[in-house]
């Protein structure tokens, strides 16, 4: 058997059904192979970093892990990017590229390169995957698949490569006597569960202000189910990450909102009042806390829930009861149906006042001057339907549709956290649509995110792939206005037209790669039948044209704690939401 077929079969049997990639001279063998197979489609991507971000679009929506394959050189060094992103957000991705032949590679020889687009792999990614491997022995495959599998899979999620010469590649081996993996649990550093219950169930017990922070480790599907009976067992009041949105139906009456520099005020005003804040699977970094660290929950509590020991040992917070655990461990270990919980009636009543007076449509109103970004994302909301994926890009466009996004059950919101590279939101729907191509995408991008990405539109269109492509275009890159606007004296060097940065003719764009196009004003956001028409659609590019400076509010500043974000409140008025019938019961900064 071809070790490249062996390879392709090993995936059908993980039930893989799509590998993404660019074909090169070096990866040529698996991608006849996948052509000999009739379970697996091979998809020509056009770049390389659009394949290792539709493998992680792939595995985000799937469940399973995702698949990219590239040649070695340029086509590494161009997915080094996806590989990064799914590291540092944690996706299961395996990427195969193809090296030289093993007699053409240099090894330990003090050369840069003995053969053609010879690259050192594995020395490349080794920080940016969970495990890197040149395999360069055909009878080490089986072993090196299931591992790379099981490794991208448990513990704390993430990308694994394996590097392969050609040669190698097009071995002849016997399947039946290659050696496999030996399963070995992940060490996750996990505590003694039981030594911290009575710590943790007297915590809870005690609590009369909490609040339940839910993270990036809370999307998969099992968890949310585990986490919503805990919610609606206890009445905690839940707010959640940047990357944590979605991970509870938003209709939830103590839902707050989503905390951070970008956050929400009234959900960051709610984490500066509870006396116990109990976070899942969330890093706790200071995009969350912001800079100020030592207030963040100054008089209250953390129960800090995370799968990786590293994370929790490293973070600089303090009052931290840290525990080192899966989420769905930690929730069955903590038997919070027989605990004696206080009476939440008055912090409810004080966080749905905040809610009321702080929440996104409030600061919309009282505080940005240019609202038409926010009143399309408002718009949205009414053509978002159950069990829709909405995908934002990085820039102003990820903290609008954040901020404003109100999710319910059964609707998901992908962004990127960690690497947070412009360009990710139409590779990443391409994955999810392969995963799931009855599903309605939503796929938000800023005229800058748009043009990096522009490759990936052709699968759109060749695969009539059921993704709506929102360009939100205020023709500048206004993330980084908005920051030379506050330090730079308004120099907007590259990111605005006289700067150097233009975008192009999007209509014509959409045309070149055969998608229907529709341009819409703030004039025409309430004109229902020409919305209609346009979300009718299976899939098209929606351009959506905003006139002027943008901004994102609220935003925290870099030496402000996290409850006093931009624009600030009058101390008056920031003393005057700390209520009498509650100031006793909870734990208050001023």
């Known amino acids: 058997m071809k070790l490249s077929d062996y390879i392709v079969s090993y995936f059908e049997t993980q039930g893989i059904d799509v590998i993404f990639g660019y074909i090169g001279g070096m990866i040529t063998h698996i991608v006849d192979s996948i052509s ?64 030289v032949n093993t007699y053409e590679y240099k090894y330990a020889k003090p050369i840069r390169q003995q053969g053609f687009q010879e690259t050192d792999v594995v020395s490349l990614v080794k920080s940016i995957t969970k495990y890197a491997k040149l395999i360069d022995k055909a009878e080490d495959i089986r072993y090196e698949l299931e591992k790379s599998v099981y490794i991208a899979t448990h513990g704390r999620k993430g990308p694994v490569l394996l590097d392969i010469p050609m040669n190698v590649q097009r071995a002849e081996i016997n399947s039946d006597i290659l050696c496999g993996y030996i399963l070995e649990e992940e060490k996750t550093g996990t505590m003694d569960m039981d030594m911290d219950t009575d710590c943790i169930q007297k915590l809870l017990s005690d609590a009369k202000c909490p609040l ?100 929790l040992e490293y973070n600089r917070l303090k009052n931290r009861i840290k525990i080192c655990s899966d989420i769905i461990s930690f929730l069955n270990n903590t038997d919070y149906t027989r605990l004696q919980l206080q009476d939440y009636t008055s912090w409810h009543k004080y966080l749905l006042k905040l809610k009321k007076n702080y929440d996104q449509n409030n600061e919309i109103e009282r505080f940005i001057e240019n609202k038409s970004p926010y009143k399309f994302i408002q718009m949205l909301n009414q053509y978002i339907n159950d069990n829709d994926v909405i995908i934002a890009d990085i820039g102003q466009n990820q903290m609008w549709t954040a901020q404003t996004l109100q999710l319910k059950k059964g609707q998901r919101f992908v962004t990127s956290g960690g690497l947070a590279p412009m360009g990710f939101s139409i590779p990443a729907s391409i994955g999810i649509a392969f995963a799931s191509p009855d599903k309605n995408i939503f796929s938000i991008s800023g005229d800058g995110g748009f043009h990096i990405a522009v490759q990936s539109l052709m699968l759109v269109s060749q695969y009539n792939l059921p993704v709506k492509i929102i360009v939100m275009n205020n023709n500048a890159l206004g993330m980084i206005t908005q920051f030379q606007h506050l330090y730079f004296d308004d120099r907007m060097v590259g990111t605005t037209k006289d700067g150097g940065y233009e975008v192009p003719d999007i209509k014509n764009i959409a045309e070149a790669y055969k998608l229907s196009y529709f341009k819409i004003t703030e004039d025409n956001l309430s004109n229902k039948l020409l919305l209609d028409n346009i979300f009718s659609s299976i899939n098209c ?23 006093k974000p931009t624009p600030l409140l009058s101390d008056e008025e920031q003393k005057m939401n700390i209520i009498d019938d509650i100031q006793e019961q909870c734990y208050y900064k001023n």
């Open 36 to 99: 000999h197979n009739e379970q697996i489609k091979f998809i020509q991507t056009y770049h390389e970093q659009t394949a290792a971000i539709a493998a992680e679009g792939y595995a985000r929506e799937s469940g399973k892990f995702g698949v990219a394959i590239s040649t070695s050189g340029p086509g590494v060094t161009n997915m080094i990017t996806g590989i990064a992103d799914a590291y540092f957000d944690s996706i299961p991705v395996i990427y195969i590229t193809g090296q």
């Open 212 to 311: 339940l922070l839910l993270g990036a480790g809370c999307n998969d599907t099992s968890i949310q189910d585990v986490i919503t009976k805990f919610v609606s067992k206890t009445n905690i009041p839940v707010v959640t990450s940047l990357l944590g949105k979605g991970s509870i139906d938003e209709t939830y009456p103590y839902y707050i909102g989503m905390i951070g520099s970008y956050g929400n005020r009234c959900a960051n005003m709610s984490i500066a009042n509870s006396d116990l804040l109990i976070a899942l699977g969330t890093r706790l970094d200071t995009r969350q806390t912001g800079a100020q660290i030592d207030s963040f929950l100054k008089n209250g509590k953390i129960i800090h829930v995370d799968i990786d020991g590293n994370e």
């Open 541 to 563: 590019i929606i351009e959506y044209q905003i006139n002027g400076l943008t901004t994102v509010s609220p935003k925290l500043e870099f030496d402000k704690p996290i409850d």
